[in-house]
């Protein structure tokens, strides 16, 4: 998240996407939604906006995350507005 904080999005990028393959290899769900959360932000930021939406439709078709209140929020509107900001 600090990565994010300072804008180093491709950095978090790859610090999510390794966090998350740990998770699932380990089975540890701690983290896990806190993870794909983030990690679609950092998609957005990061200009992969086919990822980023990707996941937060996914985060949008279960109401039992974490981040559903928050993902839910995100328009289809609001995702192109991300796009078309390249």
């Known amino acids: 998240?600090?990565?994010?904080?300072?804008?180093?999005?491709p950095q978090a990028v790859?610090?999510?996407?390794?966090?998350?393959?740990?998770i699932k290899r380990t089975g540890d769900d701690s983290?896990?939604?806190?993870t794909e959360y983030y990690l679609s932000l950092a998609y957005l930021m990061n200009h992969q906006e086919n990822k980023g939406r990707e996941l937060i439709n996914k985060i949008k078709e279960n109401p039992s995350h974490t981040y559903?209140?928050?993902?839910s929020k995100i328009s289809s509107i609001d995702l192109k507005i991300i796009e078309l900001k390249k």
Do not use: D, K, V, W
């Open 1 to 9: 998240m600090a990565s994010m904080q300072q804008n180093h999005f």
């Open 14 to 22: 790859g610090i999510f996407e390794n966090l998350l393959t740990r």
């Open 31 to 34: 983290f896990h939604e806190e």
């Open 68 to 71: 559903y209140p928050l993902a």
